[in-house]
């Protein structure tokens, strides 16, 4: 999963067909705008009926001969997830926000995307043991069992490790530009904490804990912050402010927030006491080095219709000594082309959620260079891509687990 667009589904499923603020384009006829919203309900349905065919097949359909009630029941009630769900998550993400609703939707989301997985694969194992005659008439009633048993048994693990504080991730980052006295430097990740319509006000004080039990000189947040507005989600978002760091704590919006008041997100850290990295930059100094951090805006904030936003690295860098190294934090790992071609030392991104739900990691890697971890991009720049701290509409995280990073920044080659 990445964000909103977890499951290849957005919450752009709002009553105004989508969440960029653009307006129309003006060559755009009337017709074909019409014509739009009737092509993303006949994509949306397609995609609805591909998700829902392999779980019916394998679970109900395929030959398991259950008891007659259980095939009519079993159609009966994926066809009214299909028809439901839209509706759900128009209510949840939509203007009206409704976090009952979202909370329907989003969970019912996972449960038939794990459904729709381990459904593909036991079909598959029905195919090749019934091409070697193996299992008998009982072996697709028996891998319906097994399909079931997995997708429970993953579906529960995986909200366990979704609602868990994260583990924390140490890594060394070495910077051959970075000055001795910035040698071990400790900078925290946190990434995608998505503050939603499950209330995590106690996970996010315990994340709090966290992060400050690592006695860090530098927190990051590097966007998606909530889903949600700064008064919605005012009690999750409450414990960032008592994160502490000796040099700084900065932060730069993600894509989420340019559905739900991004200037009010930003505005909202400040008032917590972070730095908001909004195209703009700071300087630390430690034993005598300085280190430049800078942040630049969500890559969608350009179509988002505020004025202002928009990703910029000639802004944030404005002003910055060239000589100096530099950390940019981008949200999403997409950036990096830029971040490269601009000579800086080390970018930090989120976005990717590692995939949040094996096996959209796959998908991620489409849209995304990298889906996590620390990579190398042309001579100069590393990318420090994590998985996130928190997840995205399904509360679930399968193969995919969440995390606090702990980088230190050694100066010299490694």
């Known amino acids: 999963m990445a964000d909103s667009e977890s499951i290849g589904l957005d919450p752009e499923l709002r009553p105004d067909g989508g969440g960029s603020g653009e307006p129309p384009e003006p060559g755009v006829k009337a017709?074909?705008?019409?014509?739009?919203?009737?092509?993303?309900?006949?994509?949306?349905?397609?995609?609805?009926?591909?998700?829902?065919?392999?779980?019916?097949?394998?679970?109900?359909?395929?030959?398991?001969?259950?008891?007659?009630?259980?095939?009519?029941?079993?159609?009966?009630?994926?066809?009214?997830?299909?028809?439901?769900?839209?509706?759900?998550?128009?209510?949840?993400?939509?203007?009206?926000?409704?976090?009952?609703?979202?909370?329907?939707?989003d969970t019912s989301l996972?449960?038939?995307?794990?459904?729709?997985?381990?459904?593909?694969?036991?079909?598959?194992?029905?195919?090749?043991?019934?091409?070697?005659?193996?299992?008998?008439?009982?072996?697709?009633?028996?891998?319906?069992?097994?399909?079931?048993?997995?997708?429970?048994?993953?579906?529960?693990?995986?909200?366990?490790?979704?609602?868990?504080?994260?583990?924390?991730?140490r890594l060394d980052v070495h910077l051959p530009r970075l000055g001795a006295g910035l040698d071990g430097t400790r900078?925290?990740?946190?990434?995608?904490?998505?503050?939603?319509?499950?209330?995590?006000?106690?996970w996010s004080a315990r994340v709090t804990e966290a992060v400050n039990a690592l006695d860090p000189d530098v927190v990051v947040h590097a966007g998606d912050i909530a889903d949600g507005t700064p008064a919605q989600r005012r009690e999750q978002s409450a414990p960032l402010g008592t994160i502490r760091a000796r040099l700084a704590r900065v932060y730069v919006t993600g894509n989420h927030e340019y559905g739900s008041e991004a200037q009010g997100w930003l505005d909202r850290m400040a008032d917590l006491g972070w730095e908001p990295l909004h195209n703009r930059h700071v300087v630390v100094e430690r034993g005598g080095d300085e280190l430049v951090l800078a942040g630049v805006d969500d890559v969608t904030a350009a179509h988002s219709g505020l004025a202002g936003h928009r990703a910029d690295l000639a802004d944030a860098l404005a002003g910055a000594d060239p000589a100096l190294p530099v950390l940019l934090v981008a949200h999403?790992?997409?950036?990096?082309?830029?971040?490269?071609?601009?000579?800086?030392?080390?970018?930090i991104s989120g976005h990717t959620h590692g995939g949040q739900i094996w096996p959209f990691n796959f998908l991620v890697r489409i849209d995304q260079p990298v889906v996590h971890g620390l990579s190398r991009h042309g001579e100069r720049t590393r990318l420090y891509t994590s998985r996130g701290t928190g997840f995205w509409g399904p509360p679930f995280r399968v193969f995919a687990p969440s995390e606090i990073t702990l980088l230190t920044l050694r100066s010299g080659a490694a």
């Open 332 to 347: 999403q790992p997409k950036y990096v082309p830029e971040a490269a071609a601009a000579g800086i030392d080390l970018q």
């Open 187 to 202: 900078v925290v990740v946190l990434a995608d904490t998505h503050y939603g319509p499950i209330d995590r006000a106690d």
């Open 31 to 105: 017709g074909a705008r019409r014509r739009l919203p009737v092509r993303r309900l006949a994509v949306l349905v397609l995609v609805l009926v591909l998700l829902c065919l392999p779980p019916w097949w394998t679970l109900f359909a395929a030959g398991a001969d259950w008891p007659s009630p259980v095939l009519p029941l079993g159609t009966l009630v994926l066809v009214g997830w299909m028809v439901s769900f839209p509706f759900l998550m128009v209510a949840g993400h939509g203007r009206r926000r409704n976090d009952r609703a979202a909370r329907i939707a």
């Open 110 to 169: 996972g449960v038939i995307w794990v459904l729709f997985t381990w459904s593909v694969l036991g079909g598959l194992v029905d195919l090749v043991l019934g091409g070697l005659d193996v299992g008998g008439t009982g072996r697709a009633r028996g891998v319906a069992v097994a399909v079931a048993a997995v997708a429970a048994a993953l579906l529960g693990w995986g909200h366990h490790e979704a609602m868990r504080v994260p583990r924390i991730r």
